[in-house]
């Protein structure tokens, strides 16, 4: 299938220390990939990058075969580009309603409205019910966000990328943070993503990357040193020696 998404030599460097260098990587709908790597190996800048938070340097970003380098982030987000972020941004004192209602009237255009006549809007608010249900988070969609639980924030803000209708998701860790309890609910709703969205995931937990991915790519150093299928990855020496040691040697996902 051809690309929906293609990054070609983006480079970023912060004075003389280069986050980014050189990275290509292509999805098409559909794909489930994982980004892995150590801490600092500029996973999070990457996303940064594509998404229009963070300037590159050069390089170029495409999606659906046009050139989006030169938009803003809203912009790339109207294209159908959409990122979470590896803390939560979420307003404490709103409730999942109001967030996600906001996102669906960013989407249609119609954030201009005044905040709070939406949460009486029924199109809006139908439509933030059902995808709030969808991920759990129904009997909650009227709480503060600070009364619910750290994964059903993280749930929410999922709910939220959703609500911006993507054709291109990236999750920068999804999970971190979130107790082992609660995690099986955010691999359900990963799970349960539109099939034909493409979806890249920034994850340290190797067993939910490999229950995820159907293709890994690995960065270190701001360079991708494998892009693959899982079965390889953890047999590939570079990996092992970057990232995977402790992992691959135990043999669970060989
Ligand atoms: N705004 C910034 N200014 C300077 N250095 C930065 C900035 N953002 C990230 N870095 C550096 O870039 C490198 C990659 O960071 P990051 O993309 O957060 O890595 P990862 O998400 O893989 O852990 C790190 O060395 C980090 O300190
Ligand atoms: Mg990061």
Redesign the pocket.
Known sequence: MSAIFEVSRLRKS??G?T??NDVSLSMAPGDRVALI????????????LVTGN?RADSGEVRLAGEVVTGLDAIGRVRRGLVRSF?VTRLFQDMTPAEHVGLAILQRSGRSGRMFGNFLAMRDVMAEAADLLDTLGLGDLMHRKVSEIAYGQQRLLEIAVAMALKPKVLLL?EPAAGVPQSDTGRIEQALADLPADLAVLM?EHDMDLVFRFARRVVV?AA?TIIFDGSPADVTKDARVREAYLGSYADAGRAA
């Open positions: 912060f004075g220390l986050v980014t790597g150590p801490n600092g190996a500029g996973k999070t800048s990457f996303v940064n963070l590896q920068d920034i960065l701001g």
